[in-house]
């Protein structure tokens, strides 16, 4: 199933097609519980690329910001899955010398010893790592001041 093009208004009923066509039924019972009154609309990848090159990453966008700002509006968890799988699907779609910038602690900085190993989520949280190979050993959450 094709995606509604960025900026384009999205019924409800098309929402439902695409969460079923794609396995969100979870998602889709969020929103079919307690639609927003404003329609959806996707602005894309808003602080990164819509694609590049051969790339398309605006999939990955749509459907964060359906999760984000349509369903789980409310729920930081739910948020925060979402920003994480936004990060995965960025990842999995960017060419393979792109994937280590998209993981956070994979990136040209980790291997300095200096490097601050932390990825913020949208509430404004750090989520620190542990590990010295970037991979979480134990995550704890830390407000940042």
């Known amino acids: 199933m094709d995606l509604p093009e960025k900026g384009m208004e999205v019924p409800l009923a098309q929402i439902e097609a695409i969460c079923r066509a794609y396995g969100l039924s979870d998602l889709w019972k969020e929103i079919g519980n307690d639609p927003t009154p404003e329609p959806f609309k996707s602005d894309g990848c808003s602080l990164w690329f819509d694609s590049w090159k051969a790339t398309d990453f605006y999939p990955a966008s749509f459907f964060h910001d ?80």
């Not at 739910?78 to 920003?83: G, K, M, P, Y």
């Not at 590990?131 to 940042?144: F, I, N, Q």
């Open 66 to 145: 359906l999760k984000y700002g349509y369903g789980y509006s409310g729920e930081s968890a739910e948020r925060l899955i979402a920003d994480a799988e936004l990060m995965i699907d960025i990842a999995r779609a960017a060419p393979p010398k792109w994937r280590r910038l998209c993981l956070p602690g994979s990136g040209p900085g980790a291997m300095r010893p200096s490097n601050d190993r932390s990825v913020g989520d949208s509430a404004g949280r750090r989520i620190e790592s542990q590990s010295p190979c970037g991979r979480p050993k134990r995550l704890k959450e830390v407000r940042c001041r």
